[in-house]
Structures are given as C-alpha cells and as structure tokens.
C-alpha cells in the first residue's frame, strides 16, 4: 500500500500542478447587466438548439464572443430565422465591438418582434456605446415599457434621462448666448420630451418664448407641465394676466390652492384676478359698491354672485319670481341670488332692490353660502340683542363662529345697522377666503 501511495503521489502532484497552471475560468463581464437572455419564442427552438443557446450565452457572458459568434452562425444556416439565436449573434458581435454589426442585427430583429425585450436591451445598450443617449434613451424606455417592473431598466432610463437633458440643456443655452434664438427653443423643447417633469426647463423655454414675444407659446408649455409644479403655475397665471385671461388665471391659482388651500399667496392672486374680472365685466354701480357709505340689497347680490365663484360647485334651484327686478342693473345677480336662496324676497313677492342692505341681511347670505358648500358648524358666542326665536339668531351665530363677522363690544349683533360698502366687500372677500375659489 506504501508502494502504490508512493508510486500514485507523482500523479497528483502532476495534476495539482496542472491545475494550478491552468487559467481560471472568466467571470462575467462587469456590463453583463446590459445583457438580456434571448428567452425562447414559444415553439421555435428544439431542445437541443435551446442548449446550444444557453452554451453560446454563457460564451457571450463570459468573454468569448468569436466563439459563441461561430455557433450561432451555424445555427442560423441550418435554421434560419429563430429569432432568439439572431438576439443571441447580434449580442455577441456587441461583446466583440462590433457596434455597427450589432445594432443592425437587433433592428433586424425589432423589425419583426416590436416587443421583444431581449433586443430592445441589446439595440439600447449597443445605442449607448456608440454615444448615441438619445437612441439608447428611446430603446430603454421601449423595452421598459415591454418589461415595467425591471429594475435594472428602470435605472438606465433615469440615467440616460438626466444626461439627455443635461446635453440638449447645455446646447440650448449655448444657442441662447449665440443669439440663435429659434434652435434654442427647439433645442428646449426637445429636452422637455426626454424630462417633462424637470419645472426649472420648462420654466426656461417659457422665458425665452416670452422674449421672442411669443407668449401664446410660453403659456402653452406651462399648461402642459404634468406635475403641476407650483412655480410653473404662478408663472402660467402672470402670464395669463398679462394676456388679459383672466379665466385661465384664476384657474392656475385654484389649481395651486387645491394642492395646498393654505398658500397666502395664491390666496392674495387670485383675489386679485377676481378683482379685474369684476371691475372689467361689471358696470359703474357695481365699481361704487367697494367706496359706498351705505350698500343697497342689489349691490349685496352682485358682491355675491360675483364674487363667490364657488358657487359653481353646487346646483342652483329655481329661482322665485320677483316683481320689481327688471329694471335693475343688478337683474341677473339677483336671479342666482334668488336661486341658492341666498337672499329672500318679501311676501308680496318684491326684492326691493333699493332698499338699505343691513347686517342681518349680509349675515344670512353668508350663512346660507356656508351651509351650500357645506363649511363645518363651530361653535360661538351668542348675540345679547336677540332671541333663538329671532330670524336674524342662526345666521349671525353661524357667520361669528365662522370668524366672518364680529359682535359689538358689548355683545350685541346690530342685525338692523345698515351696511358700507368696504363692510360688505370686507366679509365676501373673507367668505371666498374660506371656501375657496
């Protein structure tokens, strides 16, 4: 047993040695994330042309390139057409570096699989070694499409995205400086396409249109940003302000406000624009209202129908007919008074629009405008000058405890005092302050 113990030992030491000697078998490439499996199209490959694939990839992975090449040659000559051996060969001539090869051997593929994510990678990864971001940007987002949970994809889109846009940016400005001004703006929008959710960009290019007078333009990239960047709709808003649309601006700002109804700025604005609109749309007697001593009934329906445009969220009943309305420049602030029932008419049937407007009556417009859009009942002190049986009693409590009107000093709510015009401009713009545009 010595005998053979020593006579065996020279052996494998041999065979240690040429072990030791022998190179070590390749690792993956550090890209090999790049690299799609050609998967098997549904009854195309046999058994054995499935091994001859998972052989030729493992070669691609691993370095041999030439190799797996040769065998997925051969296997297309004797069977054309198989698609994941195509992916396969045309992955391999991009291990070799055979970039333009290799990109028309994934077309070629794509050509006949639109959907087929193996090529979609490989083409995008073949994009980004030959410098072509954009390409390569556009094939990653086809195949993430194909495959929208791959993590790996989902990466190389974010990157691709952000140095698209830093390089179409960059050629922008350059552009700008140059005094080039329309491939600027191409040059913009083009960056836009591959990052739309970037405010600073949009921003930009809606500058630089307003700078080449074309405003129409600038308000039509603010428009279509998708995220509803704060910023982007401030700057929307001046813009349709200066257009004169005053619509568009106040839609901006109620925008802004549904994202965060605390904005004091937005708030500010858009009672701004509701001012221009007032004072361009309305007649003289409205345009007095804000400085009058003393305001009439009509004057308090149109503070209202103006000025509260939330209205507009709940539905108007029908309204009660007066009689005494039709000479009224206030007719048809009157009407949509009188169809929230906002304001009451007298028993026989007049408004009496000339009469003195009094606290009592501001009081229960408001209320009835919080109870519409349901603003939440709080609690309150109660008038000393009135009883609950007073039909003055629910509308004071309810517009106090909701902070819009205010007792006397020593209690009283005053329901008979006649009401000024910067009074009753002062509670509407509080109303709209706290319900919203």
Known sequence: MRRVALSVAPLVGAVALLASCAPPPKPPLPDSDEYVFPASVPGQLSPAEAQRLEKAWRRILGGDALAAQRDMEKLLARSPGLIPAETALAYARLRAGRLDEAARSFEAVISRQADYLPALAGAAATASRRGDAEGALRLYRRALGAEPGDAFLRQRVAELRVQVTERRVAAARAAQEAGRSEEAVATYRQALESAPEVAGLRLELANLLVTAGDVEGAVGVLRADPTE???VLLRLADLEMQR???PGALEAYRRMLARDPHDDEAQRRSRDVREAIELEQMPEEYRRISTAPAITRADLAALVAVKVTALARVPAGEPQVAVDISGSWAR???IKALAYDIMALYPNHTFQPAATARRGDVARAVQRILDLLKWPV???P???DMSRSNVYY???????AAGLMDLTPAG???AWRPVS???AVAVVEELVRLVGP
């Open 229 to 231: 960047d704060r910023q």
């Open 244 to 246: 004169r649309d005053y």
């Open 332 to 334: 048809s602030h009157i």
């Open 378 to 380: 709080g609690p309150g």
């Open 382 to 384: 109660n008038p000393t």
């Open 394 to 400: 629910y509308p004071a409590t309810r517009v106090i």
């Open 412 to 414: 009283g709510f005053e």
């Open 421 to 423: 015009g910067p009074e």
